[in-house]
Nanobody, 123 residues
Framework: VQLVESGGELVQSGGSLRLSCAAS????????IGWFRQAPGKEREGVSC????????HYADSVKGRFTISRDNAKNTAYLHMNSLKPEDTAVYYC?????????????????WGQGTQVTVSS
């Protein structure tokens, strides 16, 4: 049972990235999915989540209008599409799964995490 994030890299301010969260050993569509990030010296913060029950999405105010969360059940993978990236988006990004039908951007709700992928945005 594993979650593996990928897609993080060094990008210039204003650029775009797509992060992937691939699940193995279980069916991702049985869970709500969240993306979180953690910068050095800071706590893990919620970025976006998508609910298992109705596909509803939530975004942190800091990323609204720039980031989009999605899931591809056929590929057992979730994505975070990030546009108009800013230096303050620099962090390790993690995906997590939550058994609750409706997602929240609260780290303690999530029962399993991937190892993270580094996103660095240069100014």
């Amino acid at each position: 049972v594993q979650l593996v994030e990928s897609g993080g890299e060094l990008v210039q301010s204003g650029g775009s990235l797509r992060l992937s969260c691939a699940a193995s050993g279980f069916t991702l569509n049985a869970y709500s999915i969240g993306w979180f990030r953690q910068a050095p010296g800071k706590e893990r913060e919620g970025v976006s989540c998508i609910s298992n029950n109705d596909g509803g999405t939530h975004y942190a105010d800091s990323v609204k209008g720039r980031f989009t969360i999605s899931r591809d059940n056929a590929k057992n993978t979730a994505y975070l599409h990030m546009n108009s990236l800013k230096p303050e988006d620099t962090a390790v990004y993690y995906c997590g799964i939550d058994s609750h039908p409706f997602c929240l951007l609260i780290p303690s709700q999530y029962e399993r995490w991937g190892q993270g992928t580094q996103v660095t945005v240069s100014s």
